[in-house]
């Protein structure tokens, strides 16, 4: 248990930021999903899901949810998936 004033503080701090990188990891996940499953049906919607995606991992990656690497590996991973995928105009 914590003792001092600024260790109480610190305790709030993690927590809160646990929360947060939590929420970001969660959507980051599900527009994974909605990505994959977009990727074979309408070419417009698939490219604004993906444009999402690619925007939540940067964005992830520069606040330091996840790391660089990562982000680059996932998008990198998406763009196969959309390359292989035959989209529907």
């Known amino acids: 248990m914590a003792n001092t004033k600024s260790a109480k503080k610190n305790v709030r701090k993690t927590a809160r930021r646990t929360a947060h990188n939590q929420a970001v ?3 980051l996940k599900s527009l994974a999903k909605q990505a994959r499953a977009a990727a074979s ?17 940067d964005k ?6 996840i790391h660089a ?3 680059s590996h996932a998008k990198s991973a998406m763009a196969k998936v959309f390359a292989a995928a035959p989209a529907k105009k």
């Open 25 to 27: 990891i969660t959507r």
């Open 41 to 57: 049906g309408d070419a417009a919607a698939a490219r604004d899901i993906a444009r999402a995606y690619v925007s939540a991992m």
């Open 60 to 65: 992830a990656a520069k606040t330091g949810v």
């Open 69 to 71: 690497n990562k982000a």
